[in-house]
T-cell receptor
Framework: GIQVEQSPPDLILQEGANSTLRCNFS?????LQWFHQNPWGQLINLFY???GTKQNGRLSATTVATERYSLLYISSSQTTDSGVYFC?????????????FGAGTQVVVTP | NAGVTQTPKFQVLKTGQSMTLQCAQD?????MSWYRQDPGMGLRLIHY???????DQGEVPNGYNVSRSTTEDFPLRLLSAAPSQTSVYFC?????????????FGDGTRLSIL
């Protein structure tokens, strides 16, 4: 099956700092989503981004499908950005869009 | 819209007991799925459904059963609970039956098997 690797595994930021999270995948995909799991365990869909660039407030994401990676940018981080960020993909050959998750990046934003 | 609603939020079972985790969505989504999340890991797909009456297995289906009699509901049944099934269970839904649209998650069910 497809391998999804996220880096770094852990990230500690001071409030106001910028950061970049990376997601590498081992095969062709037609679906890539970024999720934030907050400290209460809720999973929030941040981006559906199989290719290109999207922005939502202080967050933005870029997927370069031909080079098999995606980046999530957090600018001017806030303590509410703490949590785990997951990348999930679907292989192009999968007819039914099953998501394969990476192990996540744990982000801690300190005041 | 309530989105994706999971019940119960917490449950403790004894080994060998059976139970059903409920999942309902009010967004008329065709695609629904169940995942489990274990400590330090990402989510793994248990079962999924692309519409009423159509279900299929995911990555870790053993010990679980599903059915989809309506578009709104997608219950997950544990047939005979085992300690290895202690986990957090998430239900998700998506507009497209191919799943290649944003997936929306419920708040999860925390299940402990003693």
């Amino acid at each position: 099956g497809i391998q999804v690797e996220q880096s770094p595994p852990d990230l500690i930021l001071q409030e106001g700092a910028n950061s970049t999270l990376r997601c590498n995948f081992s095969d062709s995909v037609n679906n890539l989503q970024w999720f934030h799991q907050n400290p209460w365990g809720q999973l929030i869909n941040l981006f559906y981004i199989p290719s290109g660039t999207k922005q939502n407030g202080r967050l933005s994401a870029t997927t370069v499908a031909t080079e098999r990676y995606s980046l999530l940018y957090i600018s001017s981080s806030q303590t509410t950005d703490s949590g785990v960020y997951f990348c999930a993909v679907t292989m192009t050959t999968d007819s039914w869009g099953k998501l394969q998750f990476g192990a996540g990046t744990q982000v801690v934003v300190t005041p | 819209n309530a989105g994706v609603t999971q019940t119960p939020k917490f449950q403790v079972l004894k080994t060998g007991q059976s139970m059903t985790l409920q999942c309902a969505q009010d967004m008329n989504h065709e695609y629904m799925s169940w995942y489990r999340q274990d400590p330090g890991m990402g989510l793994r797909l248990i079962h999924y459904s692309v519409g009423a009456g159509i279900t299929d297995q995911g990555e870790v289906p053993n010990g679980y059963n599903v059915s989809r009699s309506t578009t709104e509901d997608f219950p997950l049944r544990l047939l005979s609970a085992a300690p290895s099934q202690t986990s957090v269970y998430f239900c998700a839904s998506s507009y497209s039956r191919r799943g290649n649209q944003p997936q929306h998650f419920g708040d999860g069910t925390r299940l402990s098997i003693l």
